[in-house]
């Protein structure tokens, strides 16, 4: 049965962006971008809220044939290099589902052919029969709205946070419900201050 995984980057403080709702402010390192490219490529579909979608859909399909960078010292250049583009073209080729009640996906966005929408309604009925199919991961990149319904539904397998070196002080917060979690994995990266805690969803609490 296929698990749904959630992963996300979060600030010491519990924080996923700042006030203003920039999550810029956390270290999207090398380290973030080697572990994304590990989730995706372990995932046979991605799901994501429409907001997340609608910010995605306009960046990630581009970067994998973007022109090298004059400055390969530049931040553009890690922004190109072949981790990002390795997401980029799995992101391009992975079936991606939405969950939104705003409609179907505009018809000249990059991945209008890639992308199924499901009502909210409908999402935990559409997850019991997907977790049918196939043997990969069905995996959630930011969409914390999209997730934080589906943790309290009782329907997260495993939650995968970065946990930036950051305290925001303010901000908005990660989690919107409470849960009960089991820790699988402590993983850290050469070269960064990030560390990525991996736990298992053992209930969710009204």
């Known amino acids: 049965m296929r698990r749904?995984?959630?992963n996300n980057i979060v600030s010491l403080d519990g924080c996923y962006a700042d006030a203003t709702g920039n999550p810029l402010v956390l270290t999207m390192d090398a380290a973030f971008d080697q572990a994304n490219l590990d989730s995706i490529s372990a995932a046979d579909?991605?799901?994501?809220?429409?907001?997340?979608?609608e910010g995605f859909s306009s960046y990630w399909p581009f970067i994998a044939d973007a022109p090298e960078p004059d400055d390969p010292d530049s931040t553009e250049a890690r922004a190109l290099d072949e981790v990002n583009r390795a997401i980029s073209r799995r992101y391009n080729a992975?079936?991606?589902?939405?969950?939104?009640?705003?409609?179907?996906?505009?018809?000249e966005n990059a991945w209008a052919r890639t992308t199924t929408v499901v009502a909210r309604r409908d999402i935990a009925a559409?997850?019991?029969?997907?977790?049918?199919?196939?043997?990969g991961d069905i995996v959630v990149f930011g969409s914390r709205r999209t997730w934080n319904g589906l943790l309290s539904g009782g329907l997260v397998d495993e939650l995968h946070l970065m946990i930036s070196p950051t305290v925001l002080g303010e901000g908005v917060r990660l989690f919107g419900v409470p849960a009960d979690l089991d820790l699988i994995e402590c993983?850290?990266?050469?070269?960064?201050?990030?560390?990525?805690l991996r736990y298992r969803v053992l209930a969710a609490r009204a």
Request: aromatic share 6%; hydrophobic share 50%.
């Open 187 to 196: 993983r850290r990266f050469e070269g960064s201050a990030n560390v990525q």
């Open 94 to 107: 992975v079936p991606k589902v939405v969950v939104s009640d705003r409609g179907p996906i505009a018809a």
């Open 45 to 53: 579909q991605v799901l994501l809220g429409r907001d997340s979608f």
């Open 126 to 135: 559409w997850l019991a029969d997907a977790r049918q199919i196939g043997d």
């Open 4 to 6: 749904l995984i959630v």
